[in-house]
């Protein structure tokens, strides 16, 4: 009878005979002390662990990496490696002239980009001295918060989706749909827009304009009733959201967080209230603040700032007045085609603008507008050619993002999903 | 044509409040003072650029307490004594509805500032991105690393000395300025080989 299973050294009693042992260069090998063996066993809460997050995990919301350090499941230090997104718009903006700038600007939120051609483009116009018709004023604003809208859709889709919540996602999308519609009716481009140029707009708009802005603007209310219904007294939503991620009002200066994150704690400030550009002042409209400054009021500030964006652009819509959306200043908007085949001097504004641009004069300004994250700054500095000296672009995701540590610091990890998602981040304009 | 006047041109000077505030308290810090577009920007001596922002922040005139950005623009075409960096504070008031704009200026051998992150926990990442980008270097930073570029990365982009791009393409009519002459093959017009 023989063993079925092979002994695991040389029978008793006998001298071990290496050749024929065919497992003796794999038991030598096990016999090396490894570090394993050296290593002391702590007791538990005494060390911690280092675990990555991202960059390409989906909840980061983009190409975002966090190093945490872990205590079981407590985040004791949380580290934010950015940059991943990184493309020099800075130092390209420094070789374009100020209207080939507008498409650059698009790509940094591009969950907004309106408003980001908004802001560089008044930035600009601070600088030349020029103003905007009304017309192309209300549209502007039109356009800016249909962009709030869809940007606030995309937030409320991936935030719901991190947090388990899968139906709202599908609900945002469809919504945005229309938005997005609407930007390709106006500019030909779902996205990356460019409609609002220095001087005013791409073009006016086309007839089909009015109806689709009133159909959003019909259905829209109902439509967030519907997310409310799903959401917002929800209580696993409740549960997961409340008292998690607290900034102060202190904090919140602190860290430069604007935007929904600085009305979440319970300060009323918004630019388009504060400091109105555009014609801002010439609406109705609230501004939503929360109260504990934690994720759930940060979801509930963001909601009603929905509502409140209808508000806008139905009033904007409806006192659309008539006249150009250009300014007159042929120096700096495109003459009109009909003046191009009659007039020589619109012809060399033309042929001058499409070659070398304009010129601006020498200084340095800074322009803030609100965009959905907050505020998003543009401060150029001129020295009299047609393109930036240099353009510095405070991006309002960057501060925001530079309070995560703050926030997570002592919560479950599970929890930094949720708070990530309300501070509603677009790695395009951390990184720029 | 109507065009009325946009609702910016009716607001007093940004940052007039703040130069006011630093002229009253510690005019030994306030170089110049300059104003245009509606803004007022103040010069301040780098050894005061950390008091005038606390004043600016605790002060109840100006409770300048929203860390805004800090920047910097490179200034090389400047003559070779004077500085060739500005570095830019903005500060926003939310009491006062107002933000200000401090400068220091700095050469390049000197490119230094003192940290401002104890005073505004927000300007750590803006320092560091100033540093990452333009090579300003922030004395008393707990951490002054790169925050944009990769970290083995060897120079600061937005410096103006710094060539974005235009790699040079060689052909026929522009080969003396695309190669040199030793890097040109055999049989290439002008080849050193």
């Given at each position: 009878?023989?063993?079925?299973?092979?002994?695991?050294?040389?029978?008793?009693?006998?001298?071990?005979?290496?050749?024929?042992?065919?497992?003796?260069?794999?038991?030598?090998?096990?016999?090396?002390?490894?570090?394993?063996?050296?290593?002391?066993?702590?007791?538990?809460?005494?060390?911690?662990?280092?675990l990555?997050m991202g960059p390409q995990h989906p909840s980061t919301h983009g190409v975002l990496?966090l190093?945490l350090?872990?205590?079981?499941e407590v985040v004791?230090?949380c580290?934010?490696?950015?940059?991943?997104?990184?493309?020099?718009?800075?130092?390209?903006?420094?070789?374009?002239?100020?209207?080939?700038?507008?498409?650059?600007?698009?790509?940094?939120d591009y969950l907004a980009?309106?408003?980001?051609?908004?802001?560089?483009?008044?930035?600009?116009?601070?600088?030349?001295?020029?103003?905007?018709?009304?017309?192309?004023?209300?549209?502007?604003?039109?356009?800016?918060?249909l962009a709030r809208l869809g940007s606030h859709l995309v937030w409320f889709g991936t935030h719901a989706l991190d947090l388990g919540a899968t139906t709202p996602f599908l609900y945002a999308w469809r919504e945005r749909e229309h938005i997005l519609?609407?930007?390709?009716?106006?500019?030909?481009?779902?996205m990356?827009?460019?409609?609002?140029?220095?001087?005013?707009?791409?073009?006016?708009?086309?007839?089909?304009?009015?109806?689709?802005?009133?159909?959003v603007?019909?259905t829209f209310p109902r439509r967030i009733d519907e997310y409310e219904l799903l959401i917002t007294k929800n209580p696993i939503w409740v549960e997961r959201t409340r008292g998690l991620g607290v900034l102060?009002?202190?904090?919140?200066?602190?860290?430069?967080?604007?935007g929904p994150v600085?009305r979440g704690s319970?300060?009323?400030?918004?630019?388009?209230?504060?400091?109105?550009?555009?014609?801002?002042?010439?609406?109705?409209?609230?501004?939503p603040i929360g109260s504990r400054g934690d994720v759930y009021d940060r979801y509930l500030c963001r909601m009603q700032e929905m509502r409140e964006s209808v508000?806008?652009?139905?009033?904007?819509?409806?006192?659309?007045?008539?006249?150009?959306?250009?300014?007159?200043?042929?120096?700096?908007?495109?003459?009109?085609?009909?003046?191009?085949?009659?007039?020589?001097?619109?012809?060399?504004?033309?042929?001058?603008?499409?070659?070398?641009?304009?010129?601006?004069?020498?200084?340095?300004?800074?322009?803030?507008?609100?965009?959905p994250r907050g505020?998003?700054?543009?401060?150029?500095?001129?020295?009299?050619?047609?393109?930036?000296?240099?353009?510095?672009?405070?991006?309002?995701s960057?501060?925001n993002l530079?309070a995560l540590?703050?926030m997570v610091?002592?919560e479950l990890i599970a929890d930094v999903v949720a708070v990530i998602g309300s501070i509603d981040i677009v790695l395009?304009d951390?990184?720029? | 044509?109507?065009?009325?006047?946009?609702?910016?041109?009716?607001?007093?000077?940004?940052?007039?409040?703040?130069?006011?505030?630093?002229?009253?308290?510690?005019?030994?810090?306030?170089?110049?003072?300059?104003?245009?577009?509606?803004?007022?920007?103040?010069?301040?001596?780098?050894?005061?650029?950390?008091?005038?922002?606390?004043?600016?922040?605790?002060?109840?005139?100006?409770?300048?307490?929203?860390?805004?950005?800090?920047?910097?623009?490179?200034?090389?075409?400047?003559?070779?004594?004077?500085?060739?960096?500005?570095?830019?504070?903005?500060?926003?008031?939310?009491?006062?509805?107002?933000?200000?704009?401090?400068?220091?200026?700095?050469?390049?051998?000197?490119?230094?500032?003192?940290?401002?992150?104890?005073?505004?926990?927000?300007?750590?990442?803006?320092?560091?991105?100033?540093?990452?980008?333009?090579?300003?270097?922030?004395?008393?930073?707990?951490?002054?690393?790169?925050?944009?570029?990769?970290?083995?990365?060897?120079?600061?982009?937005?410096?103006?000395?710094?060539?974005?791009?235009?790699?040079?393409?060689?052909?026929?009519?522009?080969?003396?300025?695309?190669?040199?002459?030793?890097?040109?093959?055999?049989?290439?017009?002008?080849?050193?080989?």
């Open positions: 009878m023989a063993a079925i299973l092979p002994p695991s050294g040389p029978p008793p009693g006998l001298p071990p005979h290496e050749e024929d042992d065919p497992f003796a260069p794999a038991r030598a090998l096990l016999n090396v002390p490894t570090e394993l063996d050296t290593v002391e066993l702590v007791e538990i809460g005494q060390d911690t662990m280092e990555n990496r190093v350090e872990l205590d079981g004791r230090e580290r934010p490696d950015i940059g991943f997104l990184h493309t020099g718009f800075e130092k390209s903006f420094e070789s374009h002239t100020y209207q080939q700038c507008i498409p650059l600007t698009d790509r940094m980009p309106p408003i980001n051609n908004f802001g560089f483009s008044l930035a600009v116009e601070k600088l030349l001295g020029i103003d905007v018709p009304l017309r192309g004023q209300y549209i502007r604003v039109i356009m800016a918060e519609d609407i930007n390709e009716l106006v500019s030909g481009v779902r990356m827009t460019s409609f609002i140029r220095v001087g005013g707009l791409m073009a006016d708009v086309p007839d089909e304009f009015g109806p689709m802005v009133e159909q603007v019909n102060t009002v202190e904090d919140c200066l602190q860290y430069g967080a604007t600085l319970g300060i009323p400030y918004d630019l388009r209230k504060a400091q109105p550009y555009s014609s801002y002042d010439h609406f109705d409209f609230d501004i508000k806008i652009i139905r009033q904007a819509y409806k006192n659309l007045p008539g006249g150009p959306v250009n300014t007159s200043d042929r120096k700096v908007a495109l003459p009109p085609r009909n003046e191009i085949n009659t007039s020589m001097e619109s012809l060399i504004h033309h042929f001058k603008l499409v070659t070398e641009g304009f010129r601006t004069p020498k200084g340095q300004v800074y322009h803030a507008v609100e965009s505020e998003l700054g543009f401060y150029i500095v001129s020295d009299g050619g047609n393109t930036p000296y240099r353009c510095k672009v405070r991006a309002p960057f501060s530079s540590p703050h610091r002592g395009g951390v990184d720029r | 044509m109507t065009t009325t006047p946009t609702s910016d041109s009716a607001r007093p000077v940004s940052g007039a409040r703040a130069a006011r505030l630093l002229a009253a308290k510690i005019p030994h810090a306030v170089l110049r003072r300059d104003e245009a577009y509606g803004e007022e920007t103040v010069y301040v001596a780098r050894e005061h650029i950390v008091e005038a922002c606390t004043l600016l922040r605790d002060d109840p005139d100006g409770l300048y307490r929203l860390a805004v950005m800090v920047t910097a623009v490179d200034w090389p075409d400047r003559e070779p004594d004077e500085p060739r960096f500005d570095i830019v504070y903005q500060l926003r008031s939310l009491q006062y509805n107002d933000w200000c704009r401090l400068v220091v200026q700095v050469t390049e051998d000197d490119a230094h500032v003192p940290t401002m992150e104890k005073v505004f926990a927000g300007m750590d990442w803006h320092e560091r991105e100033c540093f990452d980008l333009m090579g300003i270097i922030f004395d008393g930073h707990h951490g002054l690393k790169r925050i944009l570029m990769p970290e083995d990365w060897e120079g600061h982009p937005l410096r103006k000395d710094y060539v974005s791009f235009g790699e040079p393409v060689a052909f026929t009519h522009n080969i003396e300025w695309a190669l040199p002459a030793q890097e040109r093959p055999p049989g290439m017009p002008g080849s050193a080989r």
